[in-house]
């Protein structure tokens, strides 16, 4: 029956492309078994096991592994669409489940103010779990919600009029307009700086200087691909409702509960972690409070991201590229953190950064700021060991050479630019 119906549709739509049939198979066809079988046993996990450490442990290990096998057996050295781009969504989901399930149990005294925002306090009924899974605004790229928001939105706690529909079509039409501006730009601007450019003798062929510059206007151009997708969805959430989150200082209406990106932070930060934290927000913020902070036990707050970055990783596929990544947002993360501490302590550096000589400094921050955060995600886009090794050779490794080398120069100079405090000084701190 689904068959003929999905052929309908593409009809209908006017195309005939791979990737529309193959989503209309994730939605509608035989690959939804994956979701379903995933979305069934995660429920009877939760009736069997419990608010449990097992629970929570038989959850991780079956999600992660089914998307797993689900990468080895369908990737390709291509982008691919098929049933497992839903299904990384769906897998932190129903990991996310189980854990906000098992905080439910504890005393409140036990839970940090997160967790209780998002802890269970009863039992969910198969229904809830399947609308939560399968809901519409979020199944295909997110964003990441807890079960207790979406058993808000069902009770229509999620409105700026409590019991009745919400208000939000002004604020919902606001995102999806800006999802429909940042697609332009990548449709249009996605054509001059594509990712099989870098393969090509042309790109090889270019001076040292064009291929940074390409590659810094590349990145920029790339990412609106992504930043389109979630502020489309996030224009569903909050015209659902789900994007309610209350009222501002000023008694404003707030409908940010679900966005995935902060465009003005996005367009004017100057620093990594600036990006990094404008920049699929939700997924971040998901990692944070149920891998980063569940990791505390390490006693090591750079071996948390370490393994933070490394979960990431492994989540977003089998791919070297992807390992190559997020070692490298590691380096540059915690060298940007000692540059920043430097500036900070340094009277100097501090004054300087104070100065009408900002702006300059400024444009200078933005240049390398973007061609670095270009330097990372050419791995993450190209898979393969081969691709990103031969556009890293052509370049001469650029960004590991500037990071190693300010990585061992920082100590360096914070000992020529942050004064030293005299004994009497030390004594009083």
């Known amino acids: 029956m689904a068959a003929p119906f999905m052929e309908k549709l593409a009809e209908y739509l006017g195309s005939s492309e791979p990737a529309v049939r193959l989503i209309?198979?994730?939605?509608?066809?035989?690959?939804?078994?994956?979701?379903?079988?995933?979305?069934?046993?995660?429920?009877?996990?939760?009736?069997?096991?419990?608010?449990?450490?097992?629970?929570?442990?038989?959850?991780?290990?079956?999600?992660?592994?089914?998307?797993?096998?689900?990468?080895?057996?369908?990737?390709?050295?291509?982008?691919?669409?098929?049933?497992?781009?839903?299904?990384?969504?769906l897998t932190l989901k129903l990991i996310g489940l189980a854990l906000d399930y098992y905080d439910g149990g504890k005393e409140q005294s036990q839970m940090s103010a997160e967790q209780k925002k998002s802890a269970l306090s009863s039992t969910p009924s198969l229904l809830e779990v399947f609308g939560f899974s399968y809901f519409y605004g979020g199944f295909l790229v997110g964003p990441q919600f807890t079960l207790l928001s979406y058993q808000k939105l069902v009770s229509r706690e999620m409105s700026d009029v409590p019991g009745q529909p919400p208000s939000s079509v002004v604020p919902a039409l606001k995102r999806f307009g800006l999802g429909l501006i940042t697609l332009t730009i990548f449709t249009i601007g996605g054509v001059h700086y594509s990712d099989s450019y870098f393969l090509t003798d042309e790109f090889e062929a270019h001076p040292f200087w064009y291929k940074c510059v390409y590659i810094l206007v590349w990145v920029k151009i790339n990412l609106y691909k992504y930043i389109s997708c979630w502020l489309i969805t996030e224009g569903v959430c909050v015209l659902s409702g789900l994007g309610y989150n209350g009222k501002n200082e000023k008694?404003?209406?707030?409908?940010?509960?679900?966005?995935?990106?902060?465009?003005?932070?996005?367009?004017?930060?100057?620093?990594?972690?600036?990006?990094?934290?404008?920049?699929?927000?939700?997924?971040?913020?998901?990692?944070?409070?149920?891998?980063?902070?569940?990791?505390?036990?390490?006693?090591?707050?750079?071996?948390?991201?370490?393994f933070t970055l490394l979960f990431l990783a492994i989540w977003h596929g089998l791919h070297s590229g992807y390992l190559i990544c997020f070692s490298l947002e590691f380096i540059i993360v915690n060298v940007e953190k000692q540059a920043q501490s430097l500036v900070r302590d340094s009277p100097l550096l501090a004054s300087v950064a104070q100065s009408h000589l900002y702006p300059f400094v400024y444009v200078i921050q933005q240049l390398i700021h973007w061609l670095f955060m270009g330097y990372p995600l050419v791995p993450f886009c190209l898979f393969t060991y081969d691709k990103w090794l031969k556009v890293y050779s052509s370049i001469y490794f650029c960004g590991h050479i500037f990071f190693l080398v300010a990585f061992l120069v920082l100590p360096y100079l914070r000992k020529v630019f942050v004064p030293r405090k005299r004994g009497s000084e030390k004594k009083e701190d």
């Open 24 to 89: 209309l198979s994730i939605l509608l066809g035989s690959q939804v078994c994956h979701s379903l079988l995933c979305v069934v046993i995660q429920f009877l996990l939760l009736r069997l096991m419990g608010r449990t450490v097992t629970c929570v442990l038989s959850s991780f290990i079956f999600q992660m592994i089914y998307l797993l096998m689900g990468y080895y057996y369908t990737a390709t050295d291509e982008y691919d669409i098929k049933w497992t781009m839903p299904h990384c969504v």
């Open 251 to 306: 008694g404003e209406h707030q409908w940010d509960a679900c966005a995935n990106v902060r465009v003005w932070l996005f367009e004017t930060t100057p620093l990594f972690t600036g990006t990094i934290n404008s920049f699929n927000i939700n997924t971040n913020a998901w990692v944070a409070r149920h891998v980063f902070k569940r990791l505390r036990f390490l006693g090591n707050k750079l071996l948390s991201q370490m």
